[in-house]
Structures are given as structure tokens and as C-alpha cells.
């Protein structure tokens, strides 16, 4: 077993109910859920007194795999970071809350940024058309399956041009699950039930 304290990165179609997964995961394992301390923290190492409204939106939202997009900033509002400033803070901020110990990651492209890491492990959270429908409805404030499915390639595209990998492929991942045949419930235990049966294997 790696000295190395255990890291588990979530990545997560919208709808599929990954944040679940994630919160309940960390809950499980008594482990921290790292998310919006990640960008809160890479904000702070910026010198970011305070971001417009909707600002990190659009550092996710907008940026394309071939160009660097530079969100729209209000009038009187000057300094703000790119998404390639913040994407880079966010870098360094994982590489040092994962030294604190164990953690789950959801998001944040923390499954390529933690690539080599000897003791890490990677899921892909994802459902069916009519799943994330329902949710779309019902967790996500009416969205329908098209509005999920454009804020999927929106992430797609901030994925690709930061890590140069394709999102969601199965390669990049230990385990692509799928909630809507296992349930938010079955998934965490899907999880652990993995980790510790990799862990239980021999080192080659």
C-alpha cells in the first residue's frame, strides 16, 4: 500500500447526481470534500479582493479548446484573472491540499493534474437521457436535457484545453459509473468496494 495519503477524483455528467456522489463518499470515508476550496484558495494566492458576479461562470463556461477567452468585466472592475491565471492557482492549490492528506476532488480537472499521483484514484460519474432528465427537472431548477447537455460541453472544452484529454473518456478513468442503473447509494459503495480491492493487490 503507497505511503501516500488516498486522493479520489470525481468527474461527473451534469444530472448524473456526481456531487452526491462526492458528498456522501467523503461522508462515508470521513474524509474532506475538496471543491469550492480549491477555487476559493486559488483566488486568494491571486490577490482577488472580490469577483464580479457570475465571474467564475464564465472563466468555465466560455473558454473554447482554441482560444483564450477573457471574461467580460464591469465597468471600474480591473485585474481580474484569465482562466488560464486561475486554472494554473488551482493547479498549485491541489498539489498542496493533497500533501494534508486524504481527500475526495470533485472536479477541477484533478484526475489529469494528479495523473502520476502513486495513491489516486479516478471516477467518472454519468447516467442516461432520461435520468438526467428527470433531475434536470427536479434538482437542477427545470433545466432540460439539451441545457445539461451544453454545460457538459462547455466543461468538455475547458477540459480539453487545460489538460489536452478528452472528457469522460473511459481511459482517463479506474471506473465510469453509471447512477442511473446503481443509484447515488450504490455508487459509493461501487467506490469503496474498488479501492480497497485494488488495495488488497499485490505491488508489481
Same mark, same amino acid.
Given at each position: 500500500?503507497?505511503?501516500?495519503?488516498?486522493?479520489?477524483?470525481?468527474?461527473? +455528467?451534469?444530472?448524473? #447526481?456526481?456531487?452526491?456522489?462526492? +458528498?456522501?463518499?467523503?461522508?462515508?470515508?470521513q474524509i474532506p470534500l475538496l471543491d469550492r476550496k480549491i477555487i476559493d484558495t486559488a483566488i486568494?494566492?491571486? #490577490?482577488?479582493?472580490?469577483?464580479?458576479?457570475?465571474?467564475?461562470?464564465?472563466?468555465e463556461h466560455n473558454v473554447g479548446a482554441g482560444y483564450e477567452f477573457v471574461p467580460f468585466v464591469p465597468f471600474g472592475v480591473s485585474g481580474m484573472p484569465s482562466s488560464t491565471d486561475m486554472f494554473f492557482a488551482e493547479v498549485k492549490v491541489i498539489y498542496e491540499l493533497v500533501k494534508q492528506g486524504p481527500c475526495v476532488i470533485l472536479g477541477r480537472c484533478a484526475d489529469v493534474v494528479l495523473k502520476d499521483y502513486p %495513491?489516486?484514484?479516478?471516477?467518472?460519474?454519468?447516467?442516461?437521457? !432520461?435520468?438526467?432528465? +428527470?433531475?434536470?427537472?427536479?434538482?437542477?431548477?427545470?433545466?432540460?436535457?439539451?441545457?445539461? *447537455? +451544453?454545460? *457538459? #460541453?462547455?466543461?468538455?472544452?475547458?477540459?480539453?484545453?487545460?489538460?489536452?484529454? !478528452?472528457?469522460?473518456?473511459?481511459? %482517463?478513468? *479506474?471506473?465510469?459509473? %453509471?447512477?442511473?442503473?446503481?443509484?447515488?447509494d450504490g455508487a459509493v459503495d461501487l467506490i469503496t468496494k474498488y479501492i480497497k480491492t485494488v488495495e488488497k493487490q499485490p505491488e508489481a
Open positions: 500500500m503507497s505511503e501516500k495519503p488516498l486522493i479520489i477524483t470525481i468527474s461527473r +455528467q451534469y444530472g448524473s #447526481g456526481g456531487r452526491e456522489v462526492s +458528498q456522501k463518499l467523503a461522508t462515508k470515508l486568494e494566492k491571486l #490577490g482577488v479582493q472580490e469577483l464580479p458576479p457570475h465571474y467564475l461562470e464564465s472563466l %495513491n489516486k484514484f479516478s471516477f467518472f460519474i454519468c447516467a442516461d437521457a !432520461k435520468f438526467r432528465e +428527470q433531475r434536470g427537472k427536479t434538482v437542477y431548477g427545470g433545466k432540460t436535457l439539451k441545457e445539461l *447537455d +451544453q454545460e *457538459d #460541453g462547455k466543461r468538455a472544452e475547458y477540459y480539453y484545453r487545460f489538460t489536452g484529454h !478528452k472528457w469522460g473518456r473511459g481511459d %482517463n478513468y *479506474d471506473l465510469s459509473i %453509471n447512477t442511473s442503473r446503481l443509484g447515488i
